[in-house]
């Protein structure tokens, strides 16, 4: 099970951290992805890690401003969220699965995994 405490609101500019726990498990996974999903929008990827390693992956609306990490114990993966604009208002998921490694476009797609956080909620004003 994925858990993912650490939404809420946050002024334009401002800076949340969200984190993925694995409950009771260690990750089994390739990949730990962060997914949002605003009202009406489709789910997009937004950051993706390579469980173990250190690749990481980003989409370009993020890029520079959003970094993901994965903790000491291994069985947690967080969300660093600088310089929040209004559009990154959603609800954001984790999801842990194993897509085809290194191609970005595959790793960002929602039907490529198989364990979902139950989202946490971030609205940018």
């Known amino acids: 099970q994925l858990v993912e405490p650490g939404g809420g609101s946050v002024q334009a500019g401002g800076s949340l951290r969200l984190s993925c726990a694995a409950s009771g498990h260690t990750y089994n996974f390739d990949y730990i992805t962060w997914f949002r999903q605003a009202p009406g929008k489709k789910r997009e990827g937004v950051a993706a890690?390579?469980?173990?390693?250190?690749?990481?992956y980003y989409a370009d609306s993020v890029k520079g401003r959003f970094t993901i990490s994965q903790g000491n114990d291994k069985n947690t993966v967080y969300l660093q969220m600088n310089n929040l604009k209004p559009e990154g208002t959603a609800m954001y998921y984790c999801a842990a699965g194993d897509p085809v490694p290194g191609i970005v476009a595959i790793i960002f797609r929602a039907d490529e995994y198989n364990y979902w956080g139950q989202g946490t909620q971030v609205t940018v004003s």
């Open positions: 890690i390579e469980v173990g390693g250190s690749q990481t």
